[in-house]
């Protein structure tokens, strides 16, 4: 006697008394009288039993319907031991030999009955997976095609007439500034930090958009370099502040150059402008290993920041700090993690007020 598994989609027309799905199991024997034996020891399993007098008969079962077992009558073997492995060749599962124990039939067929519905679980499940992967991926599609719109927008219609605003109010203050009263002269300095301001958002909104596509080319950084390049563009720009500025050596990352040179331009423009309140700041760069981990961060001695409000750092134009005390347009931490995110990696941030803060990022 053979037992076969099908790995076919079984056919659902009868439930079972338990409310589950039959699923069907094919007896092939030229016997009527053991055809029926079979099916009076299987009816308790409450499946769907066909049975098949000749191996033609049974050619034509599977081509109608799916069976999760085949009982096939392999009767006469001489050399047991050699027919058998050449059963298992043909696809044979197990053997039960004659006289046939009802017990054991029922729990070796039961076996496979269950192998098999558990294997259509998996199928039925793998096939919402993939519908809804398709669907999700539809939707993305959707989402970034209208972010490119939106982002184009951006850039021509919104930015062009804040452009042209801004290089009217500097023409202004250039030409008649010395005309206008003090009100005046102040009202028209204020215009053009709003318009500054607004730029600035605009631009932090461009990388955002632009951050969303493109693909990821990953190749050894070295964060080192770019840290000191950073610094010196920072110094450049900031001739009168004094930082001390450590960068550690050898500090290399997997990950795509132009990104991480974008993320480590926001750490540490976060870290010189936390700390431009301390006449000699101190910032590190660094990497460490904790549990197999590599983690690169950027640490600074500023003002830190209250773990309560952590949760918001990372989201777009959330700031924990008013303009008066520290500028920006709350962009850059947002655009740090939607480059990690994008590399499969996570950042997140340490603190405490007046203590100082250090971000770290595994990519």
């Known amino acids: 006697m053979v037992t076969k598994t099908r790995e076919s989609t079984p056919e659902t027309e009868s439930t079972t008394s338990s409310g589950r799905s039959k699923v069907g199991i094919l007896i092939v024997d030229d016997d009527a009288t ?107 599609t959707a989402i970034n095609r209208e972010l490119e719109a939106f982002s184009y927008s951006v850039s021509h219609d919104l930015r062009a007439p804040l452009t042209s605003f801004d290089a009217l109010s500097k023409t202004l203050l250039e030409e008649h500034g010395g005309k206008l009263d003090k009100r005046a002269l102040e009202q028209l300095r204020k215009m053009r930090e709003v318009s500054e301001r607004m730029a600035s958002v605009f631009d932090g909104l461009q990388m955002l958009f632009r951050l969303t596509s493109g693909e990821i080319r990953r190749e050894q950084v070295d964060v080192s370099a770019l840290a000191a390049e950073i610094v010196q563009e920072l110094r450049a720009a900031n001739r009168k502040r004094k930082v001390v500025v450590e960068i550690a050596p050898a500090i290399t990352v997997n990950g795509d150059r132009r990104l991480v040179h974008i993320l480590l331009s926001n750490l540490l423009n976060n870290a010189w402008k936390f700390t431009s309140a301390k006449p000699a700041a101190r910032i590190w760069i660094g990497q460490e290993a904790v549990e197999g981990e590599s983690r690169v961060f950027v640490k600074d001695d500023g003002v830190g920041l209250d773990m309560i409000d952590s949760h918001r750092l990372f989201g777009a134009f959330q700031r924990l700090h008013s303009q008066s005390e520290f500028a920006g347009a709350g962009i850059g931490l947002a655009t740090a993690r939607r480059i990690v995110n994008r590399h499969g990696g996570r950042i997140w941030a340490e603190g405490a007020v007046g203590e100082g803060a250090t971000f770290y990022f595994v990519l």
């Open 34 to 140: 053991k055809r029926f034996a079979l099916r009076t020891i299987l009816a308790p399993l409450d499946e769907d039993v066909v049975e098949a007098s000749s191996g033609a008969d049974a050619l034509r079962q599977l081509l109608r319907h799916e069976f999760a077992v085949v009982l096939l009558d392999v009767t006469a073997l001489d050399q047991a031991e050699t027919d058998m492995g050449r059963g298992y060749t043909l696809g044979a599962v197990d053997f039960v030999f004659a006289p046939v124990v009802p017990s054991i039939m029922r729990a070796k067929v039961s076996v496979f009955v269950e192998l098999y519905r558990a294997q259509q679980e998996l199928r039925r499940y793998r096939t919402q997976l993939e519908t809804l992967v398709e669907e999700r991926t539809i939707a993305l």
